[in-house]
């Protein structure tokens, strides 16, 4: 019985099938035909029988190999490197089925490959994540088959294998050429002007040419009979926090990715900026309550605690509490920070009942409030409207897109910052905040 496990029939064998049936139903009007057909018969079990010797003869005939990464880069594109061996000593076609994880809902998956004897293949296939979490991939499967291709054996390759998901590290190295001089623009970053020094004084030195004229120290000039200037250092060490809303309306998804996928792959990118900077740089996560802590440190382990704690940070489906924020910032935040709050406000109603909260976290520290632009209502908007049903939808979504606008300026009245973004343009406009913040020496 285990001979006959991986045995299969291939489709070859059933069109041959088909077509000697249907010269024998045509040999009642032309006799000659069935003689033809009966020959068929024989040829067709004969290459049956030789099929089957090529292909079932022997043993590990074929080998195969999945290659997995250690992690996958949630919304981006991770590969997949397969191996296969073809120890035959005739040309093999493959038929490779892997089973993918069932997040992926990939039901038709199937490469064909054709092997030469004696050699190694190596092919690539591309995933891209939506839900961060485990991933678990199953058996792969190799169905071999000769030229004749009558028959196929099943060869069976790797047990349950599982990858974790994290957030999008992958933009790590995108935004990692953070000077902000050349590179940086190329990826949406903006030169920031500078008003006045947010430095702190280091030492008098000698003019060297590209040296800002307006540090020049005149009385110590006057002195050395030489042009000295001063020399400054940014103000380093200032704790960043990103604080990301694990509500329900965080689950609104764009691009397949929900607002709360945006925003940790934000926090994180912005983390590693900070951190960049000789900053440090923290993270907490809330809803009905407080979760994943990570205290604004500058060690070396800092982005890898930060990467673990959104791994798996999923929404509740409940109100936010923003009075235990509130409450847990005060008693954990002892120092003034930098507030990175990811949230959305809908209606301005919805942001009068956080307000009070928010108020009171922006008198200890510098608070920035990020919530995200509804890309759908912006369609809705641009389209010309025909009917009167369409003129309804099209005034109810430039009063939400409205609202939205006047939640920036509600917020401005309090001395709060914010940043209304599309989600796709999260990361970028949340590290030119940083940067100008950094600049005009805000915090």
Known sequence: MNLFKPFYIQPT?????????????????LPILFTIAQLSIVVLLLLFVIDFLIVFLGRN????????PEKFSNGDENEVHLE???NYPILVFCEIIDEIPVQFQIRDFKIKKSVAPRKTEKLVYNLIPKNRGEYYFGQLNVFASSKI??????????????VKTYP????LKKFELLNINQNSIASGLKKIRRIGHSMEFEKIKEYVLGDDLRTINWKATAKKNSLMVNLFQDEKSQQVYSIIDRGRSMKMPFNDLSLLDYSINASLVISNVVLKKHDKAGMLTFSKKVENIVAAERRNSQMQLILESLYNVKTDFF?????????T?????????LILLYTNFETLDSLNRQLPYLKAIAKNHLLVIIFFKNTELNKVIENKAATIQQVYDKVIAEKFAFEKRLIVNELKKYGIYSILTKPEDLTVNTINKYLEIKSRGLL
């Open 61 to 68: 005939k074929i080998e195969a190999t999945r290659l997995l």
């Open 329 to 337: 910032v005060k008693q954990h935040i002892n120092h003034r920070s």
């Open 168 to 171: 999008s590290f992958k933009q």
């Open 84 to 86: 296969l061996r073809n």
């Open 13 to 29: 064998f059933f069109y041959a099938s088909i077509g000697i049936v249907v010269l024998f139903i045509l040999s009642y009007f």
């Open 149 to 162: 291709g009558l028959v196929a054996k099943r060869f069976v390759f790797d047990s349950t294998s599982l």
């Open 319 to 327: 109100e936010s509490d923003f009075s235990r924020l509130y409450s």
